[in-house]
């Protein structure tokens, strides 16, 4: 079964970091483009940012450029966001999503979410 | 940055009625291949997003056939033939032209 799951979301003060995970199951990090998308609490959703399969190409948010930073692990099948700086505008649910690739950019699974709060 | 605005904010709905939700772009997502790059999501209540449509008709995979998106250019539509109780949630259009990749503000669909 295709699969991600989402974690690492914690209470973190401002100024503080912290790691995200999202591990694939059922598929290849090598072969897919992957997101991460975040929701504050009760709002809509906003694209942080996105890594082409090669694991080196990224993309991200002005929001959080230059403190996030997405990394992989492919003997872990795993993806990362570094989140360094945090600030209290960054608490949100963050979701890891396969990017469908043979569709534009459009996200064929998400993962369940995981939390941060920066207080 | 491409902005997406969505209407309406709010959508009661009769089971079995059809229902339809708007996205317009500030700029055309229209690719080079001839594709938009326009996709619609639902978020169910308590859930992760969930693709409906990707580029701009096209049904994700496991999506029943009353849901139907169309548009070009700048205007997109998603449809609904006859809504069911299961419908319910918050649709999300996406640009996938250029990044920063951008939402709509979002459509919440409630049944009467």
């Known amino acids: 079964e295709v699969q991600l799951v989402a974690s690492g979301g914690d209470l973190v003060q401002p100024g503080g970091s912290l790691r995200l995970s999202c591990a694939a199951s059922g598929f290849s990090l090598r072969n897919h483009w992957m997101h991460w998308v975040r929701q504050t609490p009760g709002k809509g959703l906003v694209w942080v940012s996105r890594?082409?399969?090669?694991?080196?190409?990224?993309w991200y948010a002005d929001s959080v450029k230059g403190r996030f930073a997405v990394s992989r692990d492919d003997a872990k099948n795993t993806m990362y966001l570094e989140m360094n700086s945090l600030r209290v505008e960054d608490t949100a649910v963050y979701y890891c999503?396969?990017?469908?690739?043979?569709?534009?950019?459009?996200?064929?699974?998400w993962g369940q979410g995981t939390t941060v709060t920066v207080s | 940055d491409i902005v997406m605005t969505q209407s309406p904010l709010s959508l009661p709905v009769t089971p079995g009625e059809p229902a339809s939700i708007s996205c317009r772009s500030s700029?055309?997502?229209?690719?080079?291949?001839?594709?938009?790059?326009l996709d619609w999501y639902l978020q169910k209540p308590g859930q992760s997003p969930q693709l409906l449509i990707y580029?701009?008709?096209n049904r994700a995979s496991g999506v029943p056939d009353r849901f139907s998106g169309s548009g070009s250019g700048t205007d997109f539509t998603l449809k609904i033939s006859r809504v069911e109780a299961e419908d319910v949630g918050v649709y999300y259009c996406m640009q996938g032209l250029q990044h920063p990749l951008t939402f709509g503000g979002g459509t919440k669909v409630e049944i009467k």
């Open positions: 700029e055309s997502l229209r690719s080079t291949n001839g594709d938009y790059y």
């Open positions: 890594v082409k399969s090669d694991g080196r190409t990224t």
């Open positions: 580029l701009s008709s």
């Open positions: 999503a396969r990017d469908a690739t043979w569709a534009g950019a459009a996200m064929d699974v």
